[in-house]
């Protein structure tokens, strides 16, 4: 029995009636329906409950109170005369003896109703988060996070692995995203940084003799946010496995994750293992995408020889992709209408045609295409009622984004209510940079390229083509959502120095950028692999969410703004002066 209550407000049952209880909670509702009767609903973490007061003297409490208020109900539990099946306490009601204020409401109006909070203002709910929070469609969300991070603590120990923390004031490392930076006070003109990813350390640990290591870590990186990324800050499940390979770290998570979305997940289907695995390259041909959703049957077709004379002007020369959708029945107002949403994401333009009931092209680019239809046929495996989605050129690139709107609006071409895993592997190890033109590590820079020290030494000889050396890189992608990247780690120095100087970066450039792992790996370094699931991405998937902010207790805004706690903020000029910083320019005004 806890204090200050004999019972949850989700707890009674007809089997306590008769009995004298004690519940506390907010004041969820209060319908008055005469002068000294009123219905109340009290609403605790646990559930509601009624109460029916029927004497003035309660009257007269409940009266002056607003909405929200926490009081605590002193009574006897009865059956109701009106049951409500929907609601867990819904055979019993309590008459209150004793209500007592606990915590006053000051305000007559809220800023929005708590059980209708999800459709208020994203703005209204951050700002009043805890609120939020109250209702319970919300924090189910919130209670999913523990269970699910709980269950993911439980498997990994499980499987052997230790949780271990990490340090969250670092180093400034080269990783891809901006850092947050940290002054340090006892050192003027120079900063910590918060770390992007534990990174370096959990290498650090398979090099100091630690076999198998894990935590649920705490992430930093100065980004924009998305609908499936947090600004600021976000979790992974971190782990790291000494002596190991990709099929190590494959089986681990293979083992680990189908039960726990198969509990936990808003769908009770998951992927068994193995997953399926997907070459970059297969993927980005097949799908247009290295984040492809299997739950999807669409592919890509490349009709790129079709067109090298094409009238039509747009296509002439160019690569073309087309992705045939059987068994359509879009309107041509909601193809375009579809089209438009792809190229709004995407940014390019992309065209259509079908193939109507009578085997006749039709609409869209149809005139474009009519003369080559027998090739077309043969290559797409063409049927009638078949919509025909085409991009060219650069707008190739929208292929992914086409399977996935059209896939998902098309029906009977999504299997929707299941979580489908697959494997992304042998990712390149370089690419051209967009700004530079010039040779760039393309995923991570920490990964052993496929053929070790021989391929690299080949590629620096102008034997192959660095661009075509693929790395033991792999991504975890479900439902078109990348979970997590992963490698197996470059754990030798000589391997690890050539592969930077590919990219214009010499020894000491290694030596200055990673003075600690480099160092380690000089004293002996194990094989190892590793991989870091992003835990809020998970439990979006597994709450059926499409924003991951409504997974997030305190979530910052688009703008990585806490607007409840006002972060970020100004400081006062004192702090500023023992850091020995100088604001520069105007200060934005809130």
Known sequence: MMQMRTHTCGELRLANAGQRVKIVGWMENVRVVGQNFAFVVLRDFYGTTQVVVENQEMMDIINGLNKESTISVEGTVRERASKNPKQATGDVEVVPEKIEVLGRCRYNSLPFEINRSREADETQRLKYRYLDLRNPAVKSNIILRCQVVSALRAAMTQH?????????????????????????????????????????????????????????????????????????????????????????VFAVLEDVLPPIFAKFGTYNVASSAPFRRIAYRDAME???????????????????????????????????KMVPVSDCKLTRKQIDKLLGDCEVQSGSKAYWFKMDENGQLAGGIAKFVTGIQEQLTQALDLKPN?????????????????????????????????????????????????????????????????????????????????????????????????????????????IMVKAFELVRLGEEDVKKKFPAMYNAFCYGAPPHAGIAPGVDRMIMLLAGESSIREIIPFPMNKNAQDIMMGAPSTVEQKQLDELHIAIVGEVEED
């Open 160 to 248: 052997g692995f230790l949780e271990i923390t990490t340090p969250i004031l670092t180093a400034s490392s080269p990783e891809g995203a901006r850092d947050y930076l940290v002054p340090a006070r006892k050192h003027p003109g120079k900063f910590y940084a918060l770390p992007q990813a534990p990174q370096q350390f959990k290498q650090l640990l398979m090099t100091a003799g630690f076999d198998r290591y894990f935590q649920i870590a705490p992430c930093f990186r100065d980004e924009d946010a998305r609908g499936d990324r947090s600004p600021g800050e976000f979790y992974q499940l971190d782990m790291e496995m000494a002596f190991a390979t990709q099929e190590d």
């Open 286 to 320: 097949t799908y247009g995408s290295d984040k492809p959703d299997l739950r999807i049957d669409l592919t890509c077709k490349n009709v790129t020889s079709l067109f090298a004379e094409s009238e039509f002007e747009a296509l002439r020369g160019q690569t073309v």
């Open 386 to 494: 078949t919509l025909v989605l085409v991009a060219a050129g650069a707008a190739t690139k929208s292929v992914g984004v086409l399977i996935k709107t059209f896939g998902a609006a098309c029906e009977g071409h999504m299997d929707k209510e299941r979580y489908e895993f697959c494997w992304i592997v042998d990712f390149p190890m370089y690419e051209i940079g967009d700004e530079s033109g010039q040779l760039e590590f393309c995923h991570n820079p920490f990964s052993m390229p496929s053929g070790g020290l021989e391929v690299l030494l080949k590629a620096e000889r102008g034997e192959i083509d660095p661009l075509t050396i693929t790395a033991d890189q792999y991504d975890l992608v479900c439902n078109g959502v990348e979970l997590s990247s992963g490698a197996v780690r470059n754990h030798d120095p000589e």
